[in-house]
């Protein structure tokens, strides 16, 4: 089993950066493809970012593309989100996915976090 608990979630103005963690435990992820997704209010959850176990490979979501980066920390077992220039657009509860089949630009993962919610302020 895999259990993924994500933190640095919380409120920021716009422009400003959030770096959100997911700590995983169960087993190491060193073999799996990792990935965020996020949900924001009455919309669908939606792809943001992904990356290969050995961290060589990335996809974003358009909406993101330049703005996030997706890093692994495999010795910690540890994925990163680093969101910079936030918008009011990004506001969302953003989920921590890990494993399944990741075949660029879409990830399909097999286990998921609780989630950290996500608020832009303009």
């Known amino acids: 089993q895999v259990q993924l608990v994500e933190s640095g979630g919380g409120l920021v103005q716009a422009g400003g950066s959030l770096r959100l963690s997911c700590a995983a435990s169960?087993?190491?992820?060193?073999?799996?493809?990792v990935g965020w997704f996020r949900q924001a209010p009455g919309k669908e959850r939606e792809f943001v970012a992904a990356?290969?176990?050995?961290?060589?490979?990335?996809s974003y979501a358009t909406s993101v593309k330049g703005r996030f980066t997706i890093s692994r920390d495999n010795a910690k077992n540890t994925v990163y989100l680093q969101m910079n220039s936030l918008k009011p657009e990004d506001t969302a509860d953003y989920y921590c996915?890990?494993?399944?089949?990741?075949?660029?630009?879409?990830?399909?993962?097999?286990?998921w976090g609780q989630g950290t919610q996500v608020t832009v302020s303009s």
């Open positions: 996915a890990a494993g399944g089949l990741l075949v660029r630009p879409s990830y399909y993962p097999n286990y």
């Open positions: 169960g087993r190491t992820l060193s073999s799996y493809p």
């Open positions: 990356v290969t176990w050995n961290g060589g490979n990335t």
